[in-house]
């Protein structure tokens, strides 16, 4: 007979794991997502699931749900594989404020701004994200930001950006970013550090170094990386600013108009050279809804396809074409590997997918399926990066502690079991940019609350996720 003692004689088993030679660790907590419109089509997360995900903070880069309350209500109502947790989004916030107009906001339309943060962060939201470089954010002087940066730290919440620049002029971007952050005395949380643009491979060392600076002088400053050298956002964000004020709608009233649509050509060449790119070969189709056959093919290609000459004037006007049509969902291929293995020797820095929920369709960024199995396998396994231990703590404890959830990230007597189970020569990603709905594989079990969404490396369906509220 097997005289069980200590924990085991405590709390005897009503199933046992085999979990010889594996890895047992918390779950994964990705603190970048954009899930609010997947979540309700595919509550049983696959994705994130399959990658080890067992929490999600969501509402990032300016948008989150218009309702809070509402939205966290929602999650619980329809019963996910994922816990959720949300930020409030600054541009959200500023729509229903003040709609998308590119001024400044008068004394009323501030007192609105800011009475709608309060209610979000007293509806559960853990902080308030920021996305600089979309619409109506993209209008927001520094101090209007740092005005509802100090209604969510009131609340304790934490300070999530997108920054308005990060290519060219990323440096000025970190110094509002840590500006935010020292005026309204709240934790920064820098999202997908990156240096875009081939002019600015190398300058890892110098916006690392701002970062670093920051901690040293007792600065609460983090940042998130997905691990590709691709990034992945839509396609308006190609034209200069003013010619999407007032949203998709006006900027297609201004492309009909061969005077307005000369300047936006203009702005476009302008931020062409400063980039230094030769044509539009580093932006790929992800999904553009009026013509699939488009999706997976780069701007160079499509224009090819079309009969048309190379050349950068064409191949702007093609993007114009396209977003008279619609928007779409683009890659960029713009980062060198060398800067992001810079990131990533970071200790303050949190592996997050920047995904959605995957419906399945399009030709998605890979970072949604395969960002965790992808960093334990080629970063920690194959390329030694860092090592495992500190991997799983830039995947658990420290985006539990920087974002405030309570009871998560760590496993340990009286915390909720959220636990990933893998085997740490087998764990890989399989997403790739030319067929990127592959599950990583490699992980055996992951509990939720307790509860086994994957058993023996398959999703059992099961969906014991909760909203997660901050504790106000
Ligand atoms: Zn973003």
């Not at 929490?55 to 990032?60: A, H, I, K, R, S």
């Not at 939205?71 to 329809?78: Q, W």
């Not at 020292?182 to 190398?202: D, L």
């Amino acid at each position: 007979m097997v005289v069980q003692k200590g924990l085991a004689a405590r709390y005897p088993s009503v199933k046992t794991i085999d979990a010889k030679n594996r890895i047992i660790a918390p779950g994964f907590i990705d603190v970048h997502a954009h899930i609010e419109g997947g979540i309700f089509e595919r509550p049983t997360a696959d994705n994130y699931i399959y990658d080890g995900v067992t929490t999600v903070v969501t509402g990032n880069c300016g948008s989150g749900a218009d309702d809070i309350g509402d939205f966290l209500k929602s999650i619980d109502s329809i019963k996910t594989s994922i816990n959720v947790a949300t930020l409030a989004g600054h541009n959200t916030i500023k729509r229903l404020g003040m709609g998308l107009e590119n001024r400044r906001a008068t004394a009323d339309e501030m007192k609105r701004m800011e009475a709608l943060t309060l209610e979000a962060m007293q509806d559960g939201a853990v902080g308030l994200s920021t996305g600089l470089i979309y619409l109506p954010g993209m209008y927001s002087p520094t101090d209007e930001i740092v005005s509802l940066a100090k209604v969510a730290a009131s609340k304790g919440g934490v300070y999530a950006t997108h920054m308005r620049y990060e290519g060219t002029k990323v440096n000025e971007a970190i110094e509002e970013a840590l500006t935010i952050g020292r005026e309204a005395n709240i934790p920064v949380q820098i999202s997908h550090f990156k240096v875009t643009g081939k002019n600015n491979w190398g300058r890892s060392i110098e916006t690392l170094a701002m970062v670093e600076e920051a901690r040293r002088q007792g600065f609460d400053v983090t940042i998130d990386q997905y691990p590709y050298t691709a990034s992945s956002t839509n396609l308006a964000v190609r034209v200069p600013d003013w010619a999407l004020e007032g949203g998709l709608d006006s900027l297609r009233v201004r492309i009909k108009d061969p005077e307005t649509r000369k300047k936006i050509l203009n702005g476009m060449k302008e931020s062409q050279k400063r980039d230094k790119q030769k044509n539009y070969g580093f932006a790929v189709v992800a999904s553009f809804a009026p013509d699939s056959t488009y999706n997976g093919k780069s701007i160079t290609q499509i224009n090819k396809d079309l009969g048309r000459k190379s050349n950068f004037t064409n191949e702007a006007n093609l993007i114009l074409d396209m977003l008279a049509r619609a928007n779409a969902q683009m890659i960029y291929h713009t980062m060198n590997e060398k800067d992001l293995v810079h990131f990533m020797k970071y200790p303050f820095n949190m592996p997050a997918a920047d995904a959605g929920v995957s419906n399945g369709k399009g030709m998605p960024h890979p970072r949604g399926f395969g960002t965790n199995a992808r960093v334990l396998s080629r970063y920690v396994r194959e390329q030694k990066v860092i090592g495992l231990e500190e991997a799983v703590r830039r995947m658990t404890s420290l985006p539990a502690s920087k974002f405030n959830l309570k009871d998560r990230g760590l496993i340990m007597a009286g915390r909720y079991a959220d636990i990933v189970i893998f085997d740490e020569n087998e764990i890989r990603d399989l997403s790739v940019y030319e067929n990127p709905h592959q599950y990583s594989t490699g992980i055996s079990y992951v509990l939720v609350n307790g509860k086994p969404v994957i058993q023996e490396a398959k999703h059992t369906g099961v969906r014991s996720g909760v909203a997660l509220r901050s504790a106000q």
